[in-house]
């Protein structure tokens, strides 16, 4: 819209300055014929009424003169006569002639003995004056002056300026008319259709066409035509080739094979995800509204799936801006560039969100999981605020599965735990998988939850319970067994309740690897000139959480530090810390403690030139991320406790180069998937200390080696194997 009133503005402007430019020259012309008229009618009345006076004036004969002057003034309806003795006083004639007071004119005329005029103009009117010498034997004894009014001139180019402006106001409505019609139902109609029918093509829709309506664009339109032939063309034998790997198990897994496994899988049964946090959320920022993708794991794994496959992804629609981007339903489409499947918003109440969301999945089920020696906090109120919400998680699916029968239903993590029975209760159809993102403790860790049966018997709902690794299987199924009444097959790792059957297996998730289908990127250094780095770089990056173990990376650094002067001055650790749960007290006083952590070190060895650490606590863009995974000589995880831990994948997935160390927990589940890396206990500074020094001083050839064990390790096992298997897993339990 904005450009059809630009370009219809254009247009209007330049007919005005046409337009304007004619009526000028227009009004100039009548003027100047409209002058011409005036000065020789005056011409021809001054000279016949100077052959009627002169010889009276020459006599003396004043009386005469005023006479035939009056006579003269009445017959030809002139403004006024004056006669001027040579001195240029009057002598007879109007007493009120338009004449201009100084008598320049009249002098002028006897001075030069020749005629000449001018136009006067006086509150009355426009007057035309023209005076001419009187002689007497050829000399010059006066002067005579015509007045005529000259007041119709104004008026006729008055008239003359209003008939142009009337024709061009009728000009302009009827011409912006048509170029307002011309450029919205012609050129943008026809573009829009383009542009919507490309979008379709893009998207995967074969049937779309492309012909616009309007013949003009025919030529364009052909060559879209082409163009989108070849996609089609090559979306078909990608597609092919997809399905062909299907079958020859050694091939890299990717968003198009996942698709073909999908729909020979599933034909068209529809996927729903349920997880707390959404991956998109809107802000407003100075008033405008953003989109922004919360730094965290699940995320991360769960978008390429959705992406891959469509489907639904119902979560908290925790954003300031997220009720006014949705629908009146909740619903939207994303990526908003792309979208490619539905995210429908769940809204919780703030006091509710607060007992659920900070207060029993992060304050209560958080700490229980993982072991940081952070005391849980058990409180009656939070759980009830729990219930409540995956209540309505629960009633918000049952809703949109209203009409799909044997719907395929993913369950994230622990802020959902009692969702799976409430949906099997009213939809034993549907078929229920959870993927628990954290570890499960042991069973006398998890036992002290005073609620700890109904989460159970809340995740025995599900027909399948996923974990990382086979040791948060064996904890959960030693847990079910001292608590909940129920038969446990060890053998085939499923656990009957009532008459209902939960498998439980691993499945250690992973992120997309781009492998070498992205175009090869040269790392931009320009980050480590900004931030003042140089030399060695050891990259840490996380949510700023404490069982991310940020302190204890920073002991250990430490400890480098002063068992090895040679590190000093020539390595920086850079801490990408981006906050997270900030409403939450313990989380609030964890990056304070960082801060000061980092503050603390930098004073005891940093110069003018150098800082030890640099901690950039804000969340960094994925391709950002990428570009520091590039350039990092070593990246350090020492989770204190992590299920997976996703930033070492993404570490060893960005390296192309195949080099840089990888030093890791323990106790971070990527430490059993990545073979080629330096393990530790991050609680031993010494250890960490030593495999910092062991990595910095690593030969190159030593680096590619373990680099290649673990790129292989993240190709072979990605996020679209992680989602196959957890699918093909769900839809063989018939
Ligand atoms: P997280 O605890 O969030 O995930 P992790 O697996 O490392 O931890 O994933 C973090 C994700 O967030 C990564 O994709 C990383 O790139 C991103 N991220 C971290 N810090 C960031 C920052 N400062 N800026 C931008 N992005 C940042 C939970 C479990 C993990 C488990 C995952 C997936 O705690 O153990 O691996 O879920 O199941």
Redesign the pocket.
């Known amino acids: 819209m904005k450009q059809v009133l630009q370009i219809a503005g254009s247009a209007v402007l330049v007919v005005i300055l046409i337009a304007g430019y004619f009526a000028m020259s227009q009004a100039n012309q009548a003027k100047l014929e409209l002058t011409s008229r005036m000065q020789s009618r005056s011409q021809v009345l001054a000279d016949s009424l100077a052959e009627s006076i002169e010889p009276s004036y020459n006599t003396r004969a004043t009386s005469t003169v005023q006479r035939i002057i009056d006579r003269f003034v009445s017959s030809e309806r002139l403004a006024g006569i004056s006669v001027f003795n040579s001195s240029g006083v009057l002598v007879a004639g109007s007493l009120d002639m338009p004449i201009t007071k100084d008598g320049k004119l009249v002098a002028t005329a006897m001075d030069s003995d020749e005629a000449g005029g001018e136009f006067i103009r006086r509150n009355d009117g426009t007057y035309y004056v023209h005076v001419i010498p009187l002689h007497e034997d050829e000399r010059v004894v006066g002067a005579l002056a015509v007045a005529q009014n000259a007041t119709y001139i104004d008026e006729n180019i008055r008239l003359i300026w209003k008939d142009n402006i009337i024709r061009l106001l009728f000009l302009l409505l009827i011409f912006s008319a048509a170029i307002f019609v011309l450029v919205r139902w012609v050129f943008s109609q026809a573009i829009s259709k383009m542009v919507e029918s490309l979008k379709a093509v893009r998207k995967g829709d074969s049937e779309v066409d492309t012909a616009p309506s309007s013949s003009f664009f025919e030529p364009l339109a052909g060559e879209i035509s082409k163009v989108t032939t070849s996609l089609r063309q090559a979306r078909r034998v990608a597609s092919e080739e997809a399905r062909m790997r299907l079958e020859k198990l050694d091939s890299p897994w990717t968003a198009e094979r996942l698709k073909e496994f999908i729909k020979a899988h599933l034909k068209d049964r529809p996927i729903f995800i349920l997880s707390n946090g959404e991956p998109y959320v809107n802000t407003k920022v100075r008033g405008e509204v953003k989109w922004t993708t919360p730094?965290?794991?699940?995320i991360?794994?769960m978008e390429p799936v959705m992406e891959a496959c469509g489907g639904m992804w119902i979560a908290h629609g925790s954003g300031a801006a997220d009720r006014e981007t949705a629908g009146a339903d909740g619903k939207l489409s994303v990526p908003p560039e792309e979208p490619k499947y539905t995210l429908k918003r769940v809204w919780v109440s703030p006091k509710d969100a607060k007992g659920y969301y900070n207060g029993f999945s992060n304050e209560a089920l958080w700490p229980l999981c993982h072991m940081a020696h952070v005391r849980p906090q058990f409180r009656k109120e939070d759980w009830l605020a729990y219930r409540k919400v995956n209540g309505l998680f629960a009633k918000t699916l049952l809703e949109e599965i209203r009409h799909v029968e044997h719907p395929i239903v993913l369950v994230q993590d622990y802020h959902l735990a009692l969702v799976p029975a409430l949906i099997k209760k009213s939809r034993p159809d549907a078929q229920v998988a959870m993927f628990w993102?954290?570890p499960w403790p042991s069973a006398t860790q998890f036992n002290i939850c005073p609620w700890r049966k109904e989460i159970l018997e809340g995740m025995l709902g599900a027909d399948l319970m996923g974990f990382?690794t086979q040791q948060n299987c064996n904890n959960f199924m030693d847990t079910v067994a001292s608590e909940v009444e129920s038969r446990i097959d060890y053998e085939h790792f499923s656990i009957f309740r009532e008459a209902h059957r939960t498998f439980v297996k691993p499945f250690p998730?992973s992120?997309a690897y781009p492998g070498n289908a992205e175009p090869s990127e040269t790392p931009d250094r320009n980050i480590l000139v900004k931030l003042k780095i140089r030399g060695n770089l050891i990259l840490g990056?996380?949510?700023l959480?404490y069982?991310k173990g940020i302190p204890e990376r920073f002991k250990g650094f430490e400890f480098l530090l002063d068992g090895h002067a040679e590190y000093r001055g020539t390595t920086t650790l850079l801490q990408?810390?981006?906050p997270t749960r900030e409403s939450v007290g313990m989380f609030r006083e964890y990056a304070q403690r960082v801060v000061a952590e980092s503050e603390r070190i930098n004073e005891k060895f940093g110069t003018k030139d150098w800082k030890p650490i640099i901690l950039e606590r804000?969340?960094?863009?994925?391709a950002e991320?990428r570009n520091l995974y590039q350039l990092a000589d070593v990246c350090l995880v020492t989770s204190l406790h992590?299920?997976?831990?996703?930033?070492a994948k993404?570490f060893a997935a960005a390296r192309r180069d195949e080099s840089g160390v990888l030093v890791i927990s323990q106790f971070?589940?990527?430490s059993r998937d990545l073979k080629g890396a330096l393990v530790v206990n991050p609680y031993s500074a010494e250890e960490t200390s030593a495999a910092l020094h062991t990595a910095l001083s690593m030969p190159k050839t030593e680096q590619h080696r373990r680099m290649k064990t673990m790129r292989a390790s993240v190709r072979e096992y990605n996020i679209y194997r992680w989602s196959a298997e957890l699918i093909k897993a769900l839809s063989q339990l018939e």
Do not use: K, P, Q
């Open positions: 730094a965290g794991g699940v991360t794994a993102h954290i990382h998730i992120i990056v996380d949510r959480d069982i990408i810390g981006s804000r969340s960094y863009s994925h991320l992590d299920g997976m831990n996703l930033v993404e971070a589940g990527a």
